[in-house]
């Protein structure tokens, strides 16, 4: 099944302690995004890749990078974790950014536990 | 600032009986509404949308309306099954006008328990 895969599901780190999480796609997608969830809070848009255009919101913080290799990949690093980047992490892909093109396929998660 | 709201965080329902799931916005410029079903464990899963051309979408058991002129939209589920317990994720997309793509912006959910 065509589906969007992110490693490892559960990731801890220490304070200050750069860390990758991946993510990989066998849908085809040109787009990646990654997300943030608190608990309780609404998953919040860090950046996205169109193809290997890289698209950063606003107010994500210079703390968080993302790289895309190729088009089945995509990490996000946090170069250095703070305890409040402790968070679920969300990666999705979809097929295109058109109008038409509005369903975002997501992946299971990755936890992150900052010590 | 949340764009989108979802007041209520938790819903009990009987099984058999509706689930209404309700959903507020802000931006007038959304113009593309999604739901999707979250089990514990997994990612959010595509549900159901409607084109704010729209005031009605129907699939199945579940069923979106939006009222435009409220801001308001709302997802149904009749009749509602155990399997429907999970938790409910409200997004809008609108176009970034800056980026030339459309982004969505999440609620925070609603958690629905489907009582057997």
């Known amino acids: 099944d065509a589906m969007v895969i992110q490693n490892p599901r559960y990731q801890v780190t220490q304070f200050g302690k750069p860390v990758t999480l991946s993510c990989s796609q066998t849908l085809n997608h040109n787009v990646m995004y990654w997300y943030q969830q608190k608990s309780s809070q609404a998953p919040k848009l860090l950046f996205h890749y169109y193809d290997k255009d890289f698209n950063n919101e606003a107010d994500t913080p210079d703390n968080f990078q993302s790289r895309r290799p190729n088009t089945s990949f995509c990490f996000l690093d946090i170069r250095s974790p703070g305890l409040g980047d402790a968070a679920m992490y969300l990666c999705?892909?979809?097929?295109?950014?058109?109008?038409?093109?509005?369903?975002?396929?997501f992946g299971p998660g990755t936890r992150l536990t900052v010590l | 600032d949340q764009q989108v709201k979802q007041n209520s965080p938790s819903l009990s329902v009987q099984e058999g009986r509706i689930s209404i799931l309700n959903c507020d916005y802000t931006?007038?410029?959304?113009?593309?509404f999604l739901w999707y079903k979250k089990y514990p464990a997994e990612g959010p899963t595509f549900l159901i949308s409607i084109s704010s051309i729209k005031d009605k979408n129907e699939d199945g058991r579940f069923t979106v309306f939006l009222n435009k002129s409220a801001k308001h939209l709302s997802l149904h589920i009749v009749p509602s099954q155990p399997g429907d317990s999970a938790v409910y994720f409200c997004?809008?997309?609108?176009?970034?006008?800056?980026?030339?793509?459309?982004?969505?912006?999440f609620g925070k959910g609603t958690k629905l328990s489907v009582i057997p």
């Open positions: 931006n007038s410029m959304f113009d593309y």
């Open positions: 997004a809008a997309s609108a176009k970034n006008s800056g980026a030339g793509s459309y982004q969505l912006t």
């Open positions: 999705a892909t979809s097929r295109d950014l058109s109008y038409s093109i509005h369903e975002q396929f």
